[in-house]
C-alpha cells in the first residue's frame, strides 16, 4: 500500500464519495435527533410565551438560494403557531421572500386547517424605506394597506383578523427569517420607538449567526435559530410537540407537506443527517491522510538511518 497516495487523492474521487453519501442519505431520510441549540430553545420558548390575543410576525425576507435554511426555518416557526392556535402574520421586505413565505403558509395553513384571514394574513411584500419601519409600528393598517395573497387586493381592515391588529402593542412577537441583514433595521429603527420593546426573534442563515450574538447577550433578541442546525433543532422540538397533540387526540393526522415539495425537497432533519454524513466523510479523509504523512514520515526518516549506519 502506498501511504503517500493519500496525501494526493485526485479532488475527484473525493466529490464523488461525498455526492454518493448525500444521495444514500437523502434516500434513506432519516430525520436527526440531536441536542438542541440554546438559542434555538430560548425562541421556541418566545413563541410559547406569546399571549393568545397577541399575534406573530413572521418575515420571510430570503430568496430561493437559501431555501434549504431559511425556508425549513419559516416553515417550523409557522407549524408552531399553527399548533399554538396563535394567530400569525406573513410579511417581507424582498419580493421573493414574500411570494415564498405565501407559498409555506398556505401549505401549513392546508395542513392544520387554519383560515385566511381569520387565523392567518399575509402582508406581501413591503419596500424597506424608512418611511415604513417609522409608520408601522404606529398604524399597522395604514401602513401595509392591502393584503398580500388574493388576487384582487383586499382592504386588511376587512379582514376578522385585524381587529386586534393596529399597533406594534398588538405583536406577541416578531421573527425574521432572513438572508439579509434585515433584522437590524427593526432593532435600529423599529424597536427603540416601541414600549413595551417590541420582542424580535431571528431565523439565519449559518454565516450570518456571528452578527446576532451581541444582539441576543443585550436582551434585544429573544432567541436564534442559526442555518440549517438552527432549523432541525426547532423542527424536531416542533415535531415533539406535534407528536404529544396527536397521542392526545387534539389532531388527526400528522404534518407532511404537499405544495411546498418542490420548493423545500427535504426538512431540515433530514438534510442535517445528511450534512453530518458527510462531514464524517471529511473528517476521515482528514485522518487517512494523517496517518499516511506520519507513516511517510516515518519510513523516510527509518530509510535515513539505515543510510546512515
Known amino acids: 500500500m502506498s501511504w503517500q497516495a493519500l496525501q494526493n487523492i485526485d479532488r475527484r474521487w473525493i466529490y464523488l464519495m461525498l455526492g454518493v453519501v448525500f444521495i444514500i442519505s437523502l434516500i434513506l431520510g432519516k430525520p436527526q435527533t440531536g441536542v438542541i441549540l440554546p438559542t434555538v430553545t430560548n425562541l421556541y420558548q418566545a413563541v410559547e410565551n406569546v399571549p393568545m390575543d397577541k399575534i406573530i410576525f ?147 442563515t449559518g454565516i450570518m449567526a456571528s452578527e446576532a450574538y451581541p444582539y441576543l447577550d443585550s436582551g434585544q433578541l429573544v432567541g436564534m435559530m442559526p442555518g440549517l442546525k438552527g432549523a432541525a433543532d426547532y423542527e424536531q422540538l416542533v415535531d415533539e410537540k406535534e407528536q404529544t397533540q396527536l397521542n392526545a387526540g387534539k389532531l388527526d393526522h400528522p404534518y407532511k407537506s404537499k405544495t411546498i415539495q418542490k420548493y423545500i425537497v427535504s426538512p431540515a432533519r433530514i438534510l442535517m443527517f445528511t450534512q453530518s454524513n458527510a462531514h464524517v466523510v471529511v473528517i476521515l479523509l482528514i485522518i487517512l491522510g494523517n496517518i499516511g504523512y506520519l507513516v511517510t514520515r516515518y519510513r523516510a526518516k527509518k530509510k535515513q538511518q539505515e543510510t546512515a549506519e
Not at 160 to 178: C, F, H, Q, R, Y
Request: proline share 6%; aromatic share 10%; net charge negative.
Open 58 to 204: 413572521i418575515n420571510t425576507t430570503f430568496a430561493p438560494n437559501t431555501l434549504a435554511e431559511s425556508g425549513n426555518q419559516a416553515r417550523a416557526i409557522i407549524r408552531h403557531a399553527a399548533l399554538n392556535h396563535h394567530k400569525f402574520a406573513i410579511m417581507a421586505v424582498d419580493p421573493q421572500g414574500a411570494n415564498l413565505g405565501n407559498i409555506i403558509a398556505q401549505d401549513v395553513a392546508e395542513q392544520y386547517g387554519l383560515k385566511y384571514g381569520v387565523d392567518w394574513i399575509s402582508f406581501g411584500y413591503q419596500l424597506p424605506v424608512l418611511a415604513f419601519y417609522k409608520s408601522f409600528p404606529k398604524d399597522i393598517p395604514g401602513t401595509v394597506k392591502q393584503d398580500g395573497l388574493d388576487e384582487k387586493p383586499v382592504t386588511v381592515e376587512n379582514y376578522p383578523i385585524m381587529e386586534n391588529l393596529k399597533t406594534a402593542s398588538d405583536i406577541g412577537l416578531m421573527v425574521e427569517v432572513s438572508a439579509s441583514s434585515s433584522l437590524f433595521d427593526w432593532i435600529q429603527i423599529v424597536q427603540p420607538t416601541t414600549s413595551p420593546r417590541l420582542k424580535l426573534g431571528y431565523a439565519c
